[in-house]
């Protein structure tokens, strides 16, 4: 009976053994896999990168210069992928997407039709929702403003959804400066 025992025993420990060595090796190559990802993504989330690796992106990286989002006197500057991409702390969600994105703009790139900037401008102002701003503008009734400003931002907090209340209806060139600037495309 003990030595029944003792050979079931030790089966379970050899299959253990050689089944734990083989997690540990998956484990580390995922870890490398995860690290390598994540330095092949610094230079490609840099907005410098859109801008000068895509000349699609040309002129949206100007205006985006010129706005206060790419310079302010804080001295704060906001990526594309800051407003563009889903936030970088859900992880999956972010690389999905940033993914998805990627491959979308060279497959248009290479094999789409001409670029229109319009167009695309006005898909990606329908995609932005009151969420992506509200990320970093969390504090929107704390600072005076006129009394317009305070009735359109409460109006903004209570129903975001609402396309009147959308924030880009009032700050459209908040991101991309195409007036009030020196800019020709």
């Not at 998956?26 to 907005?47: E, T």
């Not at 949206?60 to 991409?85: F, P």
Request: charged share 25%.
């Amino acid at each position: 009976m003990f030595a029944l025992k003792s050979g079931i025993v030790r089966r379970i420990y050899e299959a253990v053994k050689k089944r734990i060595s083989t997690f540990l090796v998956g484990f580390v190559f995922a870890l490398l896999c995860f690290v390598a990802l994540n330095a092949a993504m610094v230079p490609v989330s840099k907005s410098e990168y859109c801008g000068s690796k895509c000349h699609e992106m040309n002129t949206a990286y100007l205006t985006w210069e010129l706005s206060t989002h790419g310079t302010n006197i804080k001295g704060i500057r906001v990526e594309c992928i800051d407003c563009h991409l889903p936030e970088k702390d859900k992880y999956f969600a972010h690389i999905t997407a940033k993914a998805y994105e990627g491959a979308k703009d060279m497959y248009k790139h290479y094999f789409g039709d001409e670029y229109d900037g319009e167009k695309i401008r006005q898909k990606v102002f329908d995609r932005i929702s009151n969420q992506r701003c509200l990320h970093c503008h969390d504090n929107l009734l704390v600072r005076p403003g006129s009394s317009a400003a305070r009735i359109a931002h409460t109006a903004a907090l209570s129903m975001p959804d609402a396309q009147e209340n959308r924030c880009i209806q009032c700050h459209a060139n908040v991101g991309h400066q195409r007036q009030n600037k020196l800019f020709s495309p």
